[in-house]
T-cell receptor
Framework: GESVGLHLPTLSVQEGDNSIINCAYS??????FIWYKQESGKGPQFIIDIRSNMDKRQGQRVTVLLNKTVKHLSLQIAATQPGDSAVYFCAENMGSGGSNYKLTFGKGTLLTVNP | DVKVTQSSRYLVKRTGEKVFLECVQDMDHENMFWYRQDPGLGLRLIYFSYDVKMKEKGDIPEGYSVSREKKERFSLILESASTNQTSMYLC?????????????FGPGTRLTVT
C-alpha cells in the first residue's frame, strides 16, 4: 500500500479483476481526502473524494473507503480495464489543522492492467 | 470544463539561466498552485497563490519565486536554474469557495537543466 512518505509501490492485475489501492495518512485532523489518476505524460485527474464524516463513497466503477480509526484510505476499482493503467495518488486536506488551500499528496501507486 | 494550460510541455535550459514557467486557467479560480513531481517523491508543493498578488510558500520554495499579476495567470520563476531543478512541474487551480478541495491540473512541463 501507499503512505504519504514512502516509495512508489506497484500493483499488477489482470483485466476484469478488481483492484484495491491503499493509502495511509498520518494526520488525524485531516477532514477531506481525494484520489487522483495520472496517466503517462498527463497531469493528475480527479477520480473521487470523501469527507471525514463518511466511511464510504461510490462513483462509476470506483469506491473509496475511509477508516479513520487506523487512518487508512483505499480506492477500489471494479472490473479493471487496460485504460485504468496509471499512477494513483491519494491526497488529504488537513482542515483546521492546516491551510485550507493545501492538499498533501502521497507518493502514488503504479497500477498496471494486463490484458 | 476547467482548462489549465502550461506554456511548454518540454523545456531544456542551461545551468544559471533564468526560467519562466507559465500557467493559465480559464475558470476564474482564486487559488493556484505550483508543484514539482519527481519519481518516488510524489507531488511537492512549491508555492501557491490564494488571490491576485498574494502568494505563500509551500514545502519546497527554495530556488523558486512566483508572480500572480492577473487572476488567470500564475508564473513560476527559477532565478538561476540548477541541475537539481530538473523535474516535472505541474500547475493547478481551484475555486476559493465550494465544498470540494479538488484541484484542477495542467498537463505539466518537463524541465531539463543541463
Amino acid at each position: 500500500g501507499e503512505s504519504v512518505g514512502l516509495h512508489l509501490p506497484t500493483l499488477s492485475v489482470q483485466e476484469g479483476d478488481n483492484s484495491i489501492i491503499n493509502c495511509a495518512y498520518s494526520n488525524s485532523a485531516s477532514d477531506y481526502f481525494i484520489w487522483y489518476k495520472q496517466e503517462s505524460g498527463k497531469g493528475p485527474q480527479f477520480i473521487i473524494d470523501i469527507r471525514s464524516n463518511m466511511d464510504k463513497r461510490q462513483g462509476q466503477r470506483v469506491t473509496v473507503l475511509l477508516n479513520k480509526t487506523v487512518k487508512h484510505l483505499s480506492l477500489q476499482i471494479a472490473a479493471t480495464q487496460p485504460g485504468d493503467s496509471a499512477v494513483y495518488f491519494c491526497a488529504e486536506n488537513m482542515g483546521s489543522g492546516g491551510s485550507n488551500y493545501k492538499l498533501t499528496f502521497g507518493k502514488g501507486t503504479l497500477l498496471t492492467v494486463n490484458p | 470544463d476547467v482548462k489549465v494550460t502550461q506554456s511548454s510541455r518540454y523545456l531544456v535550459k542551461r545551468t544559471g539561466e533564468k526560467v519562466f514557467l507559465e500557467c493559465v486557467q480559464d475558470m476564474d479560480h482564486e487559488n493556484m498552485f505550483w508543484y514539482r513531481q519527481d519519481p518516488g517523491l510524489g507531488l511537492r508543493l512549491i508555492y501557491f497563490s490564494y488571490d491576485v498578488k498574494m502568494k505563500e510558500k509551500g514545502d519546497i520554495p527554495e530556488g523558486y519565486s512566483v508572480s500572480r499579476e492577473k487572476k488567470e495567470r500564475f508564473s513560476l520563476i527559477l532565478e538561476s536554474a540548477s541541475t537539481n531543478q530538473t523535474s516535472m512541474y505541474l500547475c493547478a487551480s481551484r475555486p476559493q469557495t465550494g465544498g470540494s478541495y479538488e484541484q484542477y491540473f495542467g498537463p505539466g512541463t518537463r524541465l531539463t537543466v543541463t
